[in-house]
């Protein structure tokens, strides 16, 4: 079973940068397109970019676009997510999920979860 580990939270300043991982362990992310999404309370889960399996297409929300980049390092078994220009509503736990080959929007097709990390946006 795919279990998949994020990293790179933490506390920046507005108008910063973050890079987050998405490790695999225990199996390849090989095959897999990996979606990134991110949460704050009281809210749904919200997608903010998804990268296929093979690294060709990438897709990012409108809330985001220009911001962020998604990345993928199959050799590494690791997908990155490089955030620039931060602002505080971006302020979020930033999952990290697979699902077969091609990217999606929806939480539902997503088959396996990391356990979260938490970026703060704030002075």
């Known amino acids: 079973q795919l279990q998949l580990v994020e990293s790179g939270g933490g506390l920046v300043q507005p108008r910063g940068s973050q890079r987050l991982s998405c490790a695999a362990s225990?199996?390849?992310?090989?095959?897999?397109?990996i979606g990134w999404f991110r949460q704050t309370p009281g809210k749904e889960r919200e997608w903010v970019s998804c990268?296929?399996?093979?690294?060709?297409?990438?897709n990012y929300a409108d809330s985001v676009k220009g911001r962020l980049r998604i990345t993928r390092d199959n050799a590494a078994n690791t997908v990155y997510l490089q955030m620039n220009s931060l602002k505080p509503e971006d302020t979020a736990v930033y999952y990290c999920?697979?699902?077969?080959?091609?990217?999606?929007?929806?939480?539902?097709?997503?088959?396996?979860w990391g356990q979260g990390t938490q970026v703060t946006v704030s002075s």
């Open positions: 999920a697979a699902k077969w080959y091609s990217c999606s929007g929806d939480v539902s097709d997503y088959m396996y």
């Open positions: 225990r199996s390849t992310l090989n095959g897999y397109a």
């Open positions: 990268i296929s399996s093979r690294g060709g297409s990438t």
